[in-house]
């Protein structure tokens, strides 16, 4: 999912490319997820760009939005999965390809501005193959966007609000709430922009086990915990995302192997890189650096037990932690999932498949995993079901077939008859 850094990124090449231009033409495909989910339609989008001047353009966390000379403004979302292409220009980051076609597969809405004399036309689009990103119009006055719905709803930007992010913040925030770590930073009505690898890199800096309560922790990590947010947010903007400008020692360099065969999985020091699900999302943590000193969450699932020496590590209690069950189950829902998604990936010409609603839309993907897991297990189940009942049938036919068996033999009450025929 695009983060802080990627929107930064999208925000950049708006303010590039398009702010000065009028928009000669403007074209959208209504999707009721897309536009309708926010009270937008693509032909209210048309109508309220068309001809206008794009004056700037500003971001909040994974929002961000084009400012136009007079209201409605619109506000997006990328979703799980979405992006703003400009023609003949790089804009893509590590997960996303340039596009080999124009208008671009699965495009939502496309922008044409006015040729002038210094500079041709530039044309635009924005594409969501999962239709979980929002287009909506905000009718107020360009300066107070974000006094408005939804950004008025979510936290503030720990780079455009760096002040307001301080350490007396985030302790207020952190002793507040009992909740895992990582689910604090990845609510967006606390603070925006932070996704799953973002939360992670943070939590590595700061040596912080992210499943430990937030209002746990001590007043030396808290301040850790705060130079992480804004060091790691801070370059993820600076660098507009580019993974290869990112540091070598970031988790962000070493975490992309989990499920792929031969995959190392480990730091360039060695240290084992394991992958815990806290809050519903899969978490890369290094144990030797993360320690737990506080109280964890107890509905976390350990997905890795590969590596003996490291069980403990996933123990809330010290002790070893117990293999469920149903781990059989589980790994089979894992390979079905992951055998899905990559024969979607494949399809849509995607690298990988990473996991909200506007501020967090993952829930809704994972139900529908799941429907799908489900149905294609039906048939094994239905199988095994079929399996058991056969002993029970083959008890019941036993009978017949020693009649069967037997038939040539005389009765009893043959033989009885037989007896006073000749007598």
């Known amino acids: 999912m695009p983060e802080i850094g990627e929107v930064a990124r999208v925000v950049h090449f708006i303010r590039q490319q398009l702010v000065g231009k009028t928009l000669a033409v403007v074209k959208a495909q209504h999707d009721e997820n897309v536009f309708g989910k926010v009270g937008t339609s693509a032909e209210e989008f048309e ?12 971001q909040q966390g994974k929002y961000f939005w084009i400012q ?68 909506r119009l905000v009718d107020c006055p360009g300066t107070s966007i974000r006094q408005h719905s939804p950004l ?17 913040w985030l302790r207020e925030k952190c002793g507040s709430k009992r909740i895992p770590i990582k689910a604090l930073l990845l609510d967006q009505a606390n603070i925006s922009g932070i996704g799953n690898w973002v939360g992670d890199e943070i939590l590595f800096h700061a040596r912080v086990h992210p499943e430990q309560y937030c209002n746990t922790l001590n007043a030396k990590q808290t301040e850790q915990l705060h ?52 809050g519903g999302r899969t978490s890369a943590v290094v144990p030797e650096r993360q320690k737990k000193t506080g109280p964890v969450a107890r509905d976390v699932k350990r997905e890795d037990l590969k590596d003996e020496g490291l069980k403990n590590e996933g123990s809330t209690d010290g002790g070893e932690v117990k293999a469920s069950g149903k781990a059989a189950n589980t790994k089979r829902k894992r390979a079905v999932m992951k055998e899905e998604s990559e024969e979607e990936e494949d399809v849509e010409g995607e690298e990988e498949e990473e996991e909200e609603e506007e501020e967090v839309e993952v829930r809704p993907k994972r139900a529908k995993a799941a429907k799908k897991v489900e149905k294609k297990m039906a048939p094994a189940k239905n199988s095994k079901k079929a399996a058991a009942q056969t002993p029970s049938m083959a008890k019941k036919e036993k009978p017949k077939t020693a009649t069967a068996k037997n038939a040539d033999q005389p009765s009893e009450g043959r033989r009885r008859s037989t007896r006073l025929s000749r007598g």
């Not at 988790?251 to 815990?276: C, M, Q, T, Y």
């Open 227 to 278: 130079r992480s947010l804004h060091y790691v947010c801070g370059l993820a903007c600076e660098v507009l995302a580019e993974s290869d400008r990112f540091p070598e020692d970031w988790l962000f360099k070493h975490r992309w192997g989990k499920g792929k065969k031969d995959a190392a999985n480990r730091l360039r020091s060695g240290e084992k890189i394991v992958f815990i699900t806290v």
């Open 152 to 168: 008025k709803e979510n936290g503030p930007d720990p780079v455009i609000d760096k002040d307001k992010v301080s350490l007396a």
């Open 47 to 58: 109508k309220a760009l068309t001809g206008k001047k794009i004056v700037g353009a500003g």
């Open 68 to 135: 136009m000379a007079s209201p409605p403004h619109p506000v997006l979302h990328l979703g799980m999965a979405g992006w703003f292409h400009i023609r003949n220009l790089s804009t893509p980051y590590f997960k996303h390809k340039e596009p080999t076609t124009w208008p671009p597969k699965y495009w939502r809405f496309l922008l044409e501005t006015e040729p002038t004399d210094s500079s041709p036309a530039v044309e635009a689009a924005y594409v969501d193959f999962r239709r979980f990103g929002r287009v």
